[in-house]
């Protein structure tokens, strides 16, 4: 599966923005879809995943109650709303695909073996 992500941008503290990412292939709805992000000089953290049918979420604590992961299973996209946006929320958001097991894997981001090219977000204070 090729993901595509779109979405990001420049935004004033306090503010939202919509992350998208498209999907190649016919069997998107067979994978675990997650979205990961990299702030310069931190290690790669995990922000939220959605199972298979748009059930089962989880988020990172840092992102709780503020971010909301969708899909749709028709037009094969995968979406991540982003509300109360916070400049500690500055980075590359990346889309992956992958079939992890456990929720512990889920979260972990060598489990989702497809990878988008990710989308800078940026927030300012």
């Known amino acids: 599966v090729q993901l595509q992500a779109s979405g990001g941008g420049l935004v004033q503290a306090g503010g939202s923005l919509r992350l998208s990412c498209a999907a190649s292939g016919r069997t998107f709805s067979g994978y675990v879809m997650g979205w990961f992000r990299q702030a310069p000089g931190k290690v790669r953290e995990f922000v939220a995943t959605?199972?298979?049918?748009?059930?089962?979420?989880y988020y990172g604590d840092s992102v709780k109650g503020r971010f909301t992961i969708s899909r749709d299973n028709v037009k094969n996209i995968v979406y991540l709303q982003m509300n109360s946006l916070k400049p500690e929320d500055t980075a590359v958001y990346y889309c992956t695909a992958g079939m992890p097991l456990t929720v512990a894997q889920r979260t972990t981001a060598r489990y989702y073996p497809y990878w988008g090219q990710g989308t800078q977000v940026t927030v300012s204070s």
């Open positions: 959605i199972g298979q049918s748009g059930s089962n979420s």
